[in-house]
């Protein structure tokens, strides 16, 4: 899989929707995945196969994927959803993994 | 529930081994891919290694090729990690994950992490 890449940062205020972008040549082809990361805590996933969520994930949590980019949407987001997210692709094979670099959402 | 506790981890020494476990529980293990995953202090994540859950193959990031070693033991349901010729920049945080195949791999589960820090 090749470089996926996220903006470092996003702020938005409470209520209001934040949306997160990973682009990558890859992604016409392959799924998008996303993770969120709470400060001291494991990686959770939230969104897979571009758009669907996981069980316990808030409906809020939404995914879409078209052409290069790739997009995590958080609808009304809550103070509660501060923290980096992360995007992930892989091809059909077990070590061709990549992370895009990581997105701090600020929400206040 | 799925649950993945690792441990293992500590200060080592530049040169020097150390070995990562990880105790699986919650579901059946040997059926699984597993991989490891790290995070360097105030980084993104790298994976770094992954076992099939068939067939025994394992795969590395070219960071740690050479270096770290993955094995599993399907009677015990743990995975483990042999890190050999530690580095300065393998200072980093450990999780294991459990993989899930569906268009391609990825972790669908993930354990708390164990520290591992390389310095003299």
């Known amino acids: 899989s090749s470089e996926l890449t996220q903006p470092p940062s996003v702020s938005v205020s409470p209520g209001q929707t934040a949306r997160i972008t990973c682009s990558g040549d890859?992604?016409?082809?392959?799924?998008a995945y996303w993770y969120q990361q709470k400060s001291g805590q494991a990686p959770v996933l939230v969104i897979y196969?571009?758009?669907k969520r996981p069980s316990g994930i808030p409906e809020r949590f939404s995914g879409s994927s078209s052409g290069t980019m790739a997009t995590l949407t958080i609808s009304g987001a809550q103070v509660d959803d501060e923290a980096d997210y992360y995007c992930?692709?892989?091809?059909?094979?077990?070590?061709?993994?990549?992370f895009g670099g990581g997105t701090k959402l600020t929400v206040l | 529930e799925v649950q993945l506790l690792e441990s293992g981890g500590g200060l080592v020494e530049p040169g020097g081994s150390l070995r990562l476990s990880c105790a699986a529980s919650g579901f059946s293990f040997s059926t699984y891919a597993m991989s490891w995953v790290r995070q360097a202090p105030g980084k993104g994540l790298e994976w770094v290694a992954g076992f099939s859950g068939s067939g025994g193959y394992t795969f590395y990031a070219d960071s740690v090729k050479g270096r770290f070693t993955i094995s599993r033991d399907n009677s015990k349901n743990t995975l483990y990690l042999q890190m050999n010729s530690l580095r300065a920049e393998d200072t980093a945080i450990y999780y294991c994950?459990?993989?899930?195949?569906?268009?391609?791999?990825?972790?669908?589960?993930w354990g708390r992490g164990t520290l591992v820090a390389v310095s003299s």
């Open positions: 992930y692709s892989t091809d059909t094979s077990l070590d061709h993994r990549v």
């Open positions: 890859a992604l016409p082809k392959k799924s």
């Open positions: 994950a459990r993989d899930y195949y569906s268009s391609g791999y990825y972790c669908d589960n």
């Open positions: 196969e571009d758009s």
